[in-house]
């Protein structure tokens, strides 16, 4: 069963972007929460403590933060990642966040802002960005600069393209891209080459890799609320599709620790795909609230409704 001891956290502004340090337990929470409002935006970090939540506040003005990254750290000092309408790195320290630097891109004509990002679990020095323009980044933190940049998409046939969504496979050097035209694509970073492309037939909104078997790609349509795979080994046709119990999907992740996908969606629903068993529905939980984003890490899962923040431990058994 879950485990529903749970945390909540209350701001009087609108939460937006969330992320869970994978430093984390359920007795030891770190988390960073981007908020919209008067005032402009903040990021706030919040650890566990037995009163509640300790916080430090990094205040971002009128930049837009889209989605935040934890980068794994083995530093006392936690470094994040926030996308939006700039691309910056923080750090956590002991009584606030330190912004150290903007990303900046190789080009001139940069768009921006940026709302596709990922980085591997343990190439932790390689991000992969994608924004409003047809241009995908490959950028060296440890150096802060952009490594490599290439044109995703031919404007010849559409001057009006950008990246949707983007994620990267188990395999580090292999990602897949999705654009707002429903193109699919995967590149492969040694080669410098885009391996496929495809144009998917539903309207998907994101891009997962089944990090058990690494040639499964998953396309997701949040309005439909369905769910396809494609195996990257002939892409041509989907093998599979899930037809959810959502009447929409709201964010899909590949929980890592559970070896499982896992949606949420308009119906206040959270569903568990166990990756051991083909991906069939597993567990279901239903909240008495609306979901607007998620997260997860170590067993934690974390739901953003509005105003609230709530963690508890997604331990089944």
Same mark, same amino acid.
Request: hydrophobic share 35%; proline share 2%; glycine share 6%.
């Given at each position: 069963?879950?485990?529903?001891?749970?945390?909540?956290?209350?701001?009087?502004?609108?939460?937006?972007?969330?992320?869970?340090?994978?430093?984390?337990?359920?007795?030891?929470?770190?988390?960073?929460?981007?908020?919209?409002?008067? %005032?402009?935006?903040?990021?706030?970090?919040?650890?566990?403590?037995?009163?509640?939540?300790?916080?430090?506040?990094?205040?971002?003005?009128?930049?837009?933060?889209?989605?935040?990254?934890?980068?794994?750290?083995?530093?006392?000092?936690?470094?994040?990642?926030?996308?939006?309408?700039?691309?910056?790195?923080?750090?956590?320290?002991?009584?606030? +966040?330190?912004? #150290?630097?903007?990303?900046?891109?190789?080009?001139?004509?940069?768009?921006?802002?940026?709302?596709?990002?990922?980085?591997?679990?343990?190439?932790?020095?390689?991000?992969?960005?994608?924004?409003?323009?047809?241009?995908?980044?490959? &950028?060296?933190?440890?150096?802060?600069?952009?490594?490599?940049?290439? +044109?995703?998409?031919?404007?010849?046939? $559409?001057?009006?393209?950008?990246?949707?969504?983007?994620?990267?496979?188990?395999?580090?050097? #292999?990602?897949?891209?999705?654009?707002?035209?429903?193109?699919?694509? +995967?590149?492969?970073?040694?080669?410098?080459?885009?391996?496929?492309?495809?144009?998917?037939?539903?309207?998907?909104?994101?891009?997962? &890799?089944?990090?058990?078997?690494?040639?499964?790609?998953?396309?997701?349509?949040?309005?439909?609320?369905?769910?396809?795979?494609?195996?990257?080994?002939?892409?041509?046709?989907?093998?599979?599709?899930?037809?959810?119990?959502?009447?929409?999907?709201?964010?899909?992740? &590949?929980?890592?620790?559970?070896?499982?996908?896992?949606?949420?969606?308009? $119906?206040?629903?959270?569903?568990?795909?166990?990756?051991?068993?083909?991906?069939?529905?597993?567990? %279901?939980?239903?909240?008495?609230?609306?979901?607007?984003?998620?997260?997860?890490?170590?067993?934690?899962? %974390?739901?953003?409704?509005?105003?609230?923040?709530?963690?508890?431990?997604?331990?089944?058994?």
């Amino acid at each position: 069963m879950l485990n529903t001891n749970s945390n909540q956290f209350v701001h009087s502004k609108l939460i937006y972007a969330c992320a869970i340090s994978p430093k984390s337990t359920l007795d030891n929470q770190r988390i960073i929460l981007g908020t919209i409002g008067p %005032g402009g935006q903040q990021i706030i970090q919040l650890q566990s403590t037995q009163e509640g939540y300790k916080q430090k506040t990094y205040h971002l003005h009128n930049a837009f933060s889209a989605k935040l990254l934890y980068l794994n750290s083995t530093e006392a000092n936690e470094r994040f990642v926030s996308a939006g309408e700039k691309l910056q790195i923080f750090k956590s320290e002991d009584q606030k +966040i330190s912004h #150290i630097c903007d990303l900046i891109p190789l080009s001139k004509e940069y768009v921006g802002p940026t709302f596709a990002l990922d980085i591997h679990q343990d190439q932790q020095n390689r991000l992969i960005s994608g924004s409003m323009d047809p241009t995908i980044r490959i &950028w060296d933190l440890e150096k802060r600069k952009c490594q490599y940049q290439f +044109i995703a998409y031919d404007l010849s046939k $559409d001057s009006d393209q950008y990246t949707l969504d983007l994620n990267i496979a188990q395999e580090s050097n #292999i990602f897949a891209f999705l654009n707002n035209h429903n193109q699919i694509g +995967i590149y492969d970073i040694r080669s410098k080459m885009g391996i496929h492309k495809i144009k998917g037939k539903l309207q998907y909104n994101q891009l997962l &890799w089944n990090k058990k078997q690494d040639n499964i790609l998953i396309a997701i349509d949040y309005e439909a609320g369905l769910i396809d795979f494609y195996d990257t080994r002939d892409f041509k046709n989907k093998y599979k599709r899930i037809r959810t119990d959502h009447r929409s999907i709201v964010k899909a992740e &590949w929980f890592q620790e559970r070896n499982s996908l896992i949606t949420a969606g308009l $119906d206040r629903q959270i569903i568990l795909y166990e990756g051991d068993k083909y991906l069939e529905p597993q567990f %279901g939980l239903t909240k008495n609230y609306d979901i607007d984003n998620f997260c997860c890490q170590n067993n934690l899962f %974390g739901l953003v409704s509005e105003y609230t923040f709530e963690i508890f431990s997604f331990e089944t058994q």
